[in-house]
């Protein structure tokens, strides 16, 4: 069974006098739709067809460099608040990518950096109600059991902020039109 987000708050714990630690994992999500300036700058950008999916993780078109930056640029008002929330006053951008997904198109569980202050983000830029979900694990995962993963349904502006270290996945697409934002950046 997948926990989704809307359970979490489901969750509750009996008073039987007992008290626990408790160790959970942040992360912040808000929704800023992108203009349509945005979206445009987005479907512009350069993508190569790998085994998975469509994206410019590896090599990014010289004349795309300042899109990325453009695009970012759209959230990051957003990425300033919530970094406060993590307890960081600042961040360095440090790598971005797009990727758009086909139906049957999926990544395996991943996680992109092992430092404390490296954050990464997802942006759906574009989805439809058939766009697959994204999937957060616990920290150790696969490597030890874990709970049920989180899973995330993508809703246009939807923009997911979290350590980097959380392992995540996408399921299986259902659309052609699920294209998301993703990157890296550090807080100091
Ligand atoms: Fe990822």
Redesign the pocket.
Known sequence: MIINKEDITKLSHKNDGLNYYEFSQKIIYGNIKPSKEILNIADSVKLEQHKYQKNNFYNKAPEDIKKGEQIFNHFKKFFSIIIERFGYKNFVFEHWWLQKYNPLEF?DV???GNSLNQF?Y?IYLRCSENSSK?LFYLPGYPYVETQEPLAITPKPGLCLFFPSYLP???EPNNDTTRLIM?GNIRAY
């Open positions: 990544i991943h996680t992109h990464s997802i994204t995540h996945s996408v993703s």
